[in-house]
């Protein structure tokens, strides 16, 4: 028996868990279920996906290095959609600093982060927004790509900041998960 090397992730099935459905239609896949609706066209000819007895398989036609980077990618991306169409995809963000806060007016969030104005951000469709107290706010969406480019969005908003007087350090918004590495302040000699 030769050993062949095979990507290990892209050769897993994705189990379809009950009321989620897939289809696949040329090389659109729309996956469908509780929390939604995804759709993702793969413009990929050497990666083939084909839906069976309650799971999704994704194989690779040639043996290419195109085909190889992008078999385990397109698993993911489906397993990624299949996850998100039933569980949902949950991220929470902390507003850390004095005077800091979040308030949710409609769908429209109104951020105080040290400006001299506040902040208003409209979440996109798809998005849905909670605030809990005055600096937490919790995001839950089907598309986790779409979830993680808002929350990039805002956390550039105010980045955390690492270096400075303990006073200025930990001020910014941040995940609830994140651990923060603050940098050492220069000793100045005089």
């Not at 897993?12 to 609706?37: A, F, H, W, Y």
């Not at 809990?132 to 990039?152: H, P, S, Y």
Request: proline residues 5%.
């Amino acid at each position: 028996m030769r050993w062949e090397p095979v990507s290990r992730i892209g050769q897993r099935p994705i189990p379809l868990p009950e009321g989620v459905e897939v289809e696949v239609r040329d090389g659109v896949v729309e996956v469908r279920g509780p929390k939604g609706k995804l759709r993702r066209e793969f413009a990929l000819p050497e990666v083939k996906v084909e839906v069976g007895d309650r799971k999704v398989v994704v194989r690779r036609l040639s043996d290419s290095d195109k085909a190889r980077a992008a078999h385990g990618l397109v698993r993911m991306l489906i397993a990624n959609m299949v996850h998100g169409v039933s569980q949902g995809y949950r991220e929470i963000l902390l507003l850390v600093g004095v005077g800091y806060r979040v308030q949710l007016q409609g769908n429209v969030l109104h951020l105080t982060v040290g400006y001299s104005q506040p902040l208003r951000v409209v979440p996109p469709q798809g998005i849905h927004v909670e605030v809990e107290g005055a600096n937490r706010i919790i995001l839950t969406g089907a598309d986790k790509e779409q979830l993680g480019a808002f929350v990039a969005h805002l956390k550039s908003l105010r980045p955390m900041s690492r270096y400075g007087y303990k006073q200025e350090r930990g001020k910014g918004i941040k995940k609830e998960s994140e651990e923060v590495r603050f940098k050492q302040r220069r000793q100045t000699t005089g």
